[in-house]
């Protein structure tokens, strides 16, 4: 346990997880620097962070995940990092901007990352990622309720590399009649701002 080494824990491989730095004899989270108006993906700097934490563990990143995500469980120590800033070129956080070991709060959530065994090629859910599409997303606007029949949404649930909804409804007035989500990659539907949203 050196100070201000880094693991990735709550992964079922050594490959993802949520990012912990050590410091003060404790593991704690690293933040994101999410912006609270931006729903699903991490920002342009947290991949930037997670490419970083990757390299420094001796991995390479390939998938930006989301920019937080609960499977890997949340961390109820301090965080350490508070709003570090990577360029994605450094070989280890402590070269980045804001590298500053103390006791943070994080807002937006902990700091997670995705990556690929530079000797073997192998990355976090390779096979799951091959074999699952986006899934569907529905922006209503208006007073008018629109009805959806007999739709079935399989192996859905990946944008982007990064796990998403299976459905996805935002706004408006939706109807779903006999819809049907099965072998999700991750929450089947999920629903933002909708005035009506009725299953049956």
Not at 24 to 39: A, E, F, H, L, R
Not at 114 to 127: A, N
Request: overall charge neutral; proline content about 4%; hydrophobic content about 30%.
């Amino acid at each position: 346990k050196e100070e201000g080494g880094i693991r990735l824990v709550g992964g079922q491989t050594q490959l993802e997880g949520r990012v912990e730095v050590f410091h003060n004899g404790t593991w704690g989270p690293v933040c994101v620097i999410q912006d609270s108006n931006t729903w699903y993906y991490m920002t342009d700097y947290d991949y930037y962070n997670t490419q970083v934490v990757c390299r420094e563990l001796g991995h390479s990143v390939i998938y930006r995940p989301p920019f937080t995500d609960p499977s890997y469980g949340l961390s109820s120590q301090p965080a350490w990092l508070g709003h570090i800033l990577c360029k994605g070129n450094e070989a280890s956080l402590r070269q980045c901007t804001n590298y500053v070991l103390q006791q943070s709060h994080c807002p937006h959530g902990q700091l997670v990352a995705r990556c690929r065994d530079l000797g073997t090629g192998v990355g976090f859910g390779s096979e799951l990622f091959l074999q699952h599409w986006t899934g569907l997303r529905f922006a209503g606007v208006g007073q008018t309720t629109s009805t959806i029949r007999y739709v079935s949404i399989e192996r859905a649930g990946i944008a982007n590399t990064a796990r998403t909804p299976a459905v996805q409804v935002v706004g408006g007035h939706v109807r779903f009649f006999k819809l049907n989500v099965t072998g999700s990659a991750w929450t089947g539907v999920e629903v933002t701002n909708s005035r009506t949203v009725e299953l049956s």
